[in-house]
């Protein structure tokens, strides 16, 4: 008895949480995934450095970063729910082509992961020619979602 109690409250309680707080939801969104992609890019331009010439190559360091972006790329996808579009400040760069396209948004989403996976395994064992290469595939990915799906 005391437990059902419990639960009629909790789902009460839930309720009114979502339904009060949409525009919250949305912001608590883009907040997020906004965090991902920060992260994504913190760890993204180390590498172009070294990839470029303007830092020296250090494997190691590469293949970490490579691995931390590899673990953020999957994780982007679920600040895109539906109902994120705009939050409060307007302060997202997501273009609203990425509601009403969202499944070749996700088919995007898939490419970065496969593409950063594939990368943060070659870095361990590959060649700096072949790292170079698959890390021009990964940028690859990230710019052909950003042409479409973000804001400059
Ligand atoms: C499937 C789409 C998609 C892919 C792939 C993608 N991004 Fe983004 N990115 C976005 C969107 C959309 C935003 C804007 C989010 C917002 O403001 O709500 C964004 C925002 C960002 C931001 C923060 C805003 C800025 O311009 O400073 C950075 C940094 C970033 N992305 C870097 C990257 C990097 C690096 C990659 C590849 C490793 C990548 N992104 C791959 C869609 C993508």
């Given at each position: 008895?005391?437990?059902?109690?419990?639960?009629?409250?909790?789902?009460?309680?839930?309720?009114?949480?979502?339904?009060?707080?949409?525009?919250?939801?949305?912001?608590?969104?883009?907040?997020?995934?906004?965090?991902?992609?920060?992260?994504?890019?913190?760890?993204?331009?180390?590498?172009?450095?070294?990839?470029?010439?303007?830092?020296?190559?250090?494997?190691?360091?590469?293949?970490?970063?490579?691995?931390?972006?590899?673990?953020?790329?999957?994780?982007?996808?679920?600040?895109?729910?539906?109902?994120?579009?705009?939050?409060?400040?307007?302060?997202?760069q997501a273009k609203p082509a990425i509601w009403e396209k969202m499944d070749d948004f996700k088919g995007k989403m898939s490419k970065l992961a496969e593409e950063?996976?594939?990368?943060?395994?070659?870095?361990?064992?590959?060649?700096?020619?072949?790292?170079?290469?698959?890390?021009?595939?990964?940028?690859?990915?990230?710019?052909?979602?950003?042409?479409?799906?973000?804001?400059?």
């Amino acid at each position: 008895m005391r437990k059902n109690v419990f639960l009629i409250s909790a789902a009460v309680a839930a309720t009114f949480t979502f339904g009060a707080s949409a525009q919250v939801k949305a912001d608590a969104a883009i907040e997020y995934r906004h965090s991902v992609f920060e992260v994504i890019g913190w760890n993204f331009k180390p590498m172009a450095a070294m990839v470029k010439g303007e830092a020296p190559y250090d494997k190691e360091a590469f293949a970490k970063r490579a691995a931390n972006v590899a673990t953020m790329a999957p994780m982007a996808l679920e600040g895109f729910a539906p109902g994120t579009e705009k939050g409060d400040k307007e302060k997202t760069q997501a273009k609203p082509a990425i509601w009403e396209k969202m499944d070749d948004f996700k088919g995007k989403m898939s490419k970065l992961a496969e593409e950063s996976t594939k990368l943060a395994a070659i870095s361990k064992t590959g060649t700096f020619d072949e790292i170079k290469k698959q890390f021009g595939a990964t940028g690859a990915a990230c710019k052909a979602c950003h042409d479409d799906y973000k804001q400059k």
